[in-house]
């Protein structure tokens, strides 16, 4: 631990993901909150967007609390809702309304460019909702330092990805006694390449960022993330894996990185897990034979990716192909059936109303339901990446075949209609998880599983696989919990006979064994615990402060 640390009064972490889940971040910030909390409390707070129209559960709105800011923020002409975040341990939550700076936004990315040479030109997409309320955010602790915090406060202001960075920057300028925290997850065009099919690997070294950044009409997003990384006190990043395409692409190495940890404490225990497990994995079996007609055996192999719809960065083209080859693996055997799950939104129409009604009946049914593969209608199954590569490898859930997909392309927030439990509890009913990410900078997913006892496969391209390599005397067995496979531009082949021959392992395993596996995956989740981890943003936080 670090001696001497320059610790802060007030810290506010600005993120779109605050209240309002959408990838990885939230789990970040959420899961951290408690450990965090406990080092400051009172004095912790988690800035996110007002999302009227797609409210969060997550927030629960109390107007009783600092009736002084609420009052500045009234008199400075911004709308700011004070609560709780739930799922962060009820952690302080600012929702800040950005709607009335869209107005202003060509004088607000004018001066971006005159200050900080903040490129907005070519800007598109959710470049402007994400910087009026980056502008917006920063706005609010101006306010706070100006009007409501004590004088000589130490306040830290970290914000997350490039979505966070414009407010940041305004807020150096006006208030440059707050100590900034710049935190990129992955840099906008390192996911921008691997997303468009290029080989980041093989080439990295020849790629130049703003070459890229223009070549994949990416100008804005970069260079709200490049200046962003340039400017705050402290620049940190979620892995040395990541750490190395900053230097590469941004030009900065970071002065601090920060893993992800996990906060166990949410990870049911004793009768109640095992209680769960049970009700996971019945859910599971049911929904799987009213899809399919067939009968599952109550012991039957359930494994699964899951995460956002990236489909080459999280490696779900390596997950469907692996499937392919175990099922052809396991033909020739006697049981070791497996219900492979991918669990990942799409652009979902509704729930089968046909896959109800068998569930709403609860009696065996003969012969399959049309598209037996998949849970919900979708807008465009004709396009959609996922099913076209099933029905490439012939992974329908028709004919004879011992591995039986289901795509399940919705956020599981136990509302969904088919299976109506929440991820974590829909974990449970797993014995294997599969990421074979091409490009993840952390994994959170691997993580988790592992955390609720699912042993886990990931890649060395993910800073979670890397830094399992680090910690732990790593070989290639199922029974340490997790396996890290190698995976690059030239082994896909490789990469996936791997994958189907562990997937085949597990199936034969016996359950002691299989129990073996659980408890060695918990025990490395135990070792990336926020306690554990919580010690970077600490000395983040004194690089910040001590440069003001």
Not at 106 to 133: C, K, M, P
Not at 215 to 235: P, R
Not at 239 to 265: H, M, W, Y
Request: glycine share 6%; aromatic share 12%.
């Amino acid at each position: 631990m670090q001696k001497n640390r320059v610790r802060p009064d007030y810290i506010f972490e600005v993120s779109w993901e605050v209240c309002h889940k959408v990838g990885g971040i939230y789990t970040v910030l959420s899961s951290h909150a408690n450990v965090l909390g406990e080092q400051f409390p009172g004095r912790l707070f988690f800035i996110g967007p007002d999302l009227k129209v797609n409210d969060s559960d997550d927030f629960i709105e109390d107007d009783s609390l600092f009736p002084e800011w609420t009052a500045a923020f009234h008199k400075a002409g911004l709308s700011v809702r004070m609560g709780r975040w739930e799922s962060a341990g009820n952690a302080n939550a600012l929702l800040v309304d950005f709607s009335s700076f869209y107005s202003q936004r060509n004088q607000i990315y004018t001066d971006a460019w005159n200050l900080f040479r903040v490129d907005s030109l070519h800007a598109y997409g959710d470049y402007d909702e994400a910087s009026l309320f980056a502008y917006a955010a920063g706005r609010v602790v101006e306010v706070l330092v100006k009007e409501c915090l004590p004088e000589k406060a130490n306040v830290v202001y970290q914000a997350h990805e490039w979505m966070s960075g414009l407010g940041m920057l305004f807020l150096k300028n006006a208030c440059p006694q707050v100590a900034t925290v710049f935190t990129t997850h992955a840099t906008s065009i390192g996911r921008s390449i691997t997303s468009n099919g290029k080989e980041l690997y093989r080439y990295f070294k020849g790629y130049n960022g703003d070459q890229m950044a223009s070549e994949l009409n990416m100008e804005a997003k970069h260079s709200v993330e490049k200046q962003s990384a340039w400017h705050a006190d402290c620049f940190t990043t979620v892995s040395e894996f990541t750490n190395i395409e900053c230097e590469q692409l941004l030009g900065k190495r970071a002065d601090c990185v920060l893993p992800n940890g996990f906060d166990s404490a949410i990870v049911p225990s004793g009768i109640v897990y095992t209680q769960g497990r049970n009700r996971a994995r019945a859910k599971v079996i049911e929904v799987a034979e009213a899809l399919t007609g067939h009968a599952f055996a109550k012991d039957t192999l359930i494994v699964s990716t899951s995460g956002r719809n990236d489909f080459r960065c999280k490696g779900m083209d390596a997950y469907v192909a692996s499937l392919r080859k175990a099922a052809d693996l396991l033909k020739p055997k006697e049981g070791h059936e497996v219900i492979a799950l991918i669990e990942v939104p799409c652009w979902t129409k509704q729930v089968r109303t046909d896959l109800t009604d068998r569930l709403a009946r609860r009696t065996p049914e003969a012969g399959p339901l049309p598209a037996p593969f998949i849970t919900h209608e979708l807008f465009n199954p004709d396009s959609d990446q996922i099913v076209s590569t099933l029905r490439y490898y012939g992974m329908t859930n028709e004919g004879d075949t011992k591995v039986y997909v289901i795509l399940v392309p919705c956020y599981l927030d136990g509302k969904d209609g088919v299976f109506n439990l929440p991820y974590y509890e829909l974990l449970l009913a797993n014995d294997l998880t599969l990421y074979p990410s091409y490009y993840e900078p952390w994994g959170y997913t691997p993580l988790e599983s592992c955390a609720f006892r699912v042993p886990t496969i990931t890649t060395d391209l993910s800073g979670f696989g890397q830094w399992v390599k680090e910690v732990t005397v790593h070989t290639a067995s199922l029974e340490n919990g997790v396996i890290v496979v190698e995976r690059d531009d030239d082994n896909f082949e490789e990469l996936t006979n791997r994958l189907a021959k562990y997937v085949v392992e597990m199936s034969a395993m016996s359950s002691a064994s299989r129990q073996k596996c659980r408890r060695n995956a918990s025990r490395i989740a135990q070792l990336a615990h926020w306690n554990h981890f919580i010690q970077h943003y600490l000395t983040a936080y004194s690089i910040a402060l001590s440069k003001n």
